[in-house]
């Protein structure tokens, strides 16, 4: 017969283990547009709002070329982080942006010669080549480490630690260009929100159709 402290032992590592699993939590967040449409390639994240340190950028991105396209079309990434532009088309591009925040020109080039570029600045870059006017790419920096993109279904789960928030959204084709943001606080859990967009019709599909 087990003891009495035995099994409060038992009780009091359930406990430990239930606290540890609740506070990894995170949030889900759906995002729509006005007709209540799923929005795909949304871009959300959190902000630390409550003094919180955030963790370096740990992650590099790829946008490569494949059939005169970029992919993907948008992309999110930590300030300060790379993104490598590998090339999968027989012909070169000419990769360029004027976006403030990281102004730059890829010469011709094929495979994976191109340099990585650093985006060292919060904001939104647009890619283009000089070669193929069609092209374009979104890049959002943010200044967070919890980001993510939403998928087919508008949902994107982020997961980070506890505590105050803004929670934040931005698409390529949002009416007016800026991010919406709602005041968010996570605990134990999972927190859920949602955004409704005002979306432009898309002006950023490249017709590859004949490639
Ligand atoms: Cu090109």
């Known amino acids: ?26 949030i889900t ?21 409550g003094g919180q ?20 079309l948008v992309t999110v990434i930590q300030t300060g982080s790379k993104i490598y532009f590998p090339n999968n088309d027989k012909v070169r591009h000419h990769i360029y942006s004027f976006s403030a925040p990281h102004k730059f020109d890829q010469k011709l080039y094929s495979g994976t010669t191109a ?21 374009i790419a ?17 949902d994107v789960t982020l997961d980070a630690p506890a505590g105050k928030y803004v929670l934040k959204a931005w698409h390529p084709d949002i009416v007016g260009g800026n991010a919406q943001e709602q005041a968010v606080r996570l605990a134990d859990g999972t927190a859920s929100a949602s955004f409704k967009f005002t979306l432009k019709p898309p002006s ?7 490639y």
């Open 138 to 154: 979104f890049v959002r920096i943010v200044d967070t480490p919890y980001f993510g993109k939403s998928d087919a279904g508008g």
């Open 204 to 210: 950023t599909e490249p017709d590859a159709q004949a």
């Open 1 to 26: 017969m087990p003891s009495q402290s035995l099994i409060r032992s038992a009780a009091f590592t359930a406990l430990c283990f239930y606290g540890v699993a609740a506070a990894a939590g995170g």
């Open 115 to 135: 340099d990585p570029q650093t985006f060292d600045k919060p904001g939104t870059v647009v890619l283009g080549c000089n070669i193929h006017d069609k092209m």
């Open 29 to 49: 967040v759906h995002v729509a547009d006005a007709n209540g449409k799923p929005v795909a390639d949304a871009v959300v994240y959190l902000e630390a709002d």
């Open 53 to 72: 340190p955030i963790p370096k950028p740990q992650k590099s991105a790829e946008i490569s070329q494949k059939g005169l396209k970029f992919i993907p």
